[in-house]
C-alpha cells in the first residue's frame, strides 16, 4: 500500500509518499509561495541504496491545484518517479489541526466529515481553511484513492472533563463548544509510544510528561497511553513560550490592548501569535541563533530562553502533581531533540522531584532515541525523534484496512 501524507498550509503544501508494505518513505518536499509570483518547489526522493536527492526548483504555482499537480508529476516522472501513475496511491491521509468534539478519531473522509472540518473553522481559523481545501483538491486529482483526516486534537479526546473545561459560563460549553482541545496530538502519541517500547514496558503501564517542542511547542501528560492534560487549549495559542506564539498570557490582555492601545481584534491575535513568543522578546523564533546570542552574552536573549524554559519547568511540575507518579519525560521536535541547552535548562533544578539530567548524554551528538538522565534518576529523561508524518500514514493504514473490513465497502 502506497499512502501520500499531505499537510496543506494557506500558501504551501508538504507531501510525505510511504511504501507501507516494506517500511520505506519513497519521496517527501514541499510546495510553496503558492500564489505568489514565485513558487519554490523541494522536492527529494530515494535512489535504491543511496543518498536521498534533493530538488529545488523556482516556478509558478498559481493556486493549491496548480500545487497538487506539480507535486504528482514529480512523484510520477518518467524514469525517475516512485510510483508510475497515481492510481499507485492508495490512500491519501490529511494532516488536520482540528476536529472539535465531532471528529474523534482518525476517519475516512466522507461529505459529514467535510461540514464538522468545516465547522471547526472558527476554533482554527488559520488552518482548518487550508486543511480542507488540501482535502477538496486531492478529492479531484486522486479520484480513486481513500482520503483519510487525521486529527491533531484527537489523541487529546480522552481528557477528563476537569482539565478541558474552562471555568466560563457552562452554556458557552453547551451551545459553542468552547473547551480545550490540545494539538501536536500525532506527536504526543508517536513518541509515547516509541518510549514505551523503548523502555520495554507496555504503553498503558506508564505515566509519561511528553515535550514537543519546535516552532509551535506543547506539552502532554500521559497515563496508560490516554492525554490527561495538555498546554494547549481551544486554539494552539495556549500554554509554552513558543517560536512567535505568546502562550499563556493575562486573559485581560487583549481587552487592555484594545481599549488603551486601540488595537483591533485581527491586530491583537496577529501580535500574540506571529509578533510574541521568542521573536517578540529577542527578535527571532530561531531557537538557534538565541542560543548562539546568549551564550556571547546578549542580555534580551538570555532572558528570552530564561522564561521559555522556565514555563517548561513549571508544567512539567504541574504534570507530576496530575500524573501522581511519572515514569519518564520525552523531548521531540526540532527544539527538543537539537538544543541540549534547553533540555538542561528546562531540567534544573528538578533532582529533588526525582529528575537528574546526565550532563554528557545530553550533549552527545547521538541520533535515535537516547536516554539522558542519569542511572540513579527515578524519572528517566529521553529524547525520541518525532515523525508526525509516518504516524498519519500509520493512521491513514489503520483507517483503511477498518474501512475495507466493512460489509458495505
Known amino acids: 500500500m502506497k ?32 500564489g505568489e509570483d514565485k513558487g519554490l518547489l523541494s522536492h527529494c526522493k530515494r535512489v535504491r541504496a543511496s543518498k536521498p536527492v534533493m530538488n529545488r526548483l523556482e516556478v509558478s504555482i498559481l493556486n493549491h491545484e496548480a500545487g497538487m499537480r506539480r507535486i504528482i508529476d514529480l512523484l510520477t516522472h518518467s524514469g525517475q518517479g516512485a510510483v508510475t501513475n497515481s492510481d499507485e496511491i492508495t490512500a491519501v491521509g490529511h494532516r488536520v489541526v482540528h476536529g472539535g468534539e465531532k471528529c474523534h478519531s ?60 474552562y471555568a466560563i459560563p457552562f452554556d458557552l460549553y453547551e451551545k459553542e463548544r468552547i473547551r480545550r ?45 490516554r492525554s490527561m492534560d495538555t498546554t494547549m487549549g481551544m486554539t494552539p495559542l495556549a500554554g509554552l513560550v513558543m517560536g512567535s506564539r505568546s502562550g499563556d498570557v493575562d486573559p485581560s490582555l487583549p481587552v487592555f490592548l484594545a ?5 483591533s481584534l485581527e491586530e491583537i491575535d496577529t501580535l500574540l501569535n506571529e509578533k510574541s513568543g521568542l521573536k517578540g522578546m529577542c527578535g527571532t523564533n530561531d531557537m538557534r541563533e538565541v542560543i548562539q546570542r546568549m ?34 519525560i520525552i523531548f521531540t521536535a526540532g527544539v527538543g ?36 538522565s542519569t542511572k540513579e534518576s527515578p524519572v528517566k529523561v529521553l529524547v525520541v525523534p518525532t515523525d508526525e508524518g509516518l504516524r498519519i500514514a500509520q493512521e491513514t493504514e489503520r483507517a483503511c484496512r477498518i474501512y475495507k473490513e466493512r460489509p458495505d465497502a
Open 181 to 225: 482541545y490540545g494539538f501536536h496530538g500525532t506527536s504526543h502519541a508517536y513518541v509515547a509510544e516509541k518510549a514505551a517500547t523503548y523502555m520495554g514496558r507496555h504503553l498503558r503501564d506508564l505515566n509519561l510528561i511528553t515535550i514537543h517542542l519546535g516552532n509551535g511547542a506543547s506539552m502532554t501528560a500521559v497515563k496508560g497511553g
Open 295 to 328: 551564550e556571547t552574552g546578549d542580555d534580551r536573549a538570555a532572558m528570552a530562553i530564561d522564561i521559555y524554559t522556565y514555563r517548561i519547568r513549571k508544567y512539567i511540575g504541574a504534570y507530576l502533581a496530575a500524573l501522581e507518579h511519572v515514569d519518564a
Open 106 to 165: 482518525t476517519t475516512i473522509i466522507d461529505a459529514e466529515v467535510v461540514s464538522a472540518i468545516r465547522e471547526s473553522i472558527p476554533l482554527a481559523p488559520l488552518h482548518n481553511p487550508s486543511n480542507l481545501m488540501g482535502i477538496e483538491v486531492a478529492i479531484q486529482l486522486f479520484p480513486r484513492a481513500i482520503q483519510v483526516a487525521v486529527f491533531d486534537t484527537a489523541f487529546h479526546q480522552t481528557l477528563p472533563m476537569r482539565a478541558f473545561l
Open 3 to 34: 499512502i501520500l501524507v499531505i499537510n496543506t498550509g494557506s500558501s504551501s503544501i508538504k507531501y510525505e509518499l510511504f511504501d507501507m508494505a516494506h517500511h520505506k518513505k519513497l519521496a517527501w518536499g514541499i510546495a510553496e509561495k503558492i
Open 259 to 263: 481599549r488603551h492601545l486601540g488595537m
Open 337 to 372: 531533540e537539537n538544543a541540549p541547552r534547553v533540555r538542561e535548562l528546562s531540567c534544573r533544578g528538578l533532582s529533588r522531584l526525582g529528575i537528574a539530567l546526565d550532563p554528557e548524554k545530553n550533549i552527545a551528538e547521538e541520533t535515535g532515541i537516547r536516554e539522558i
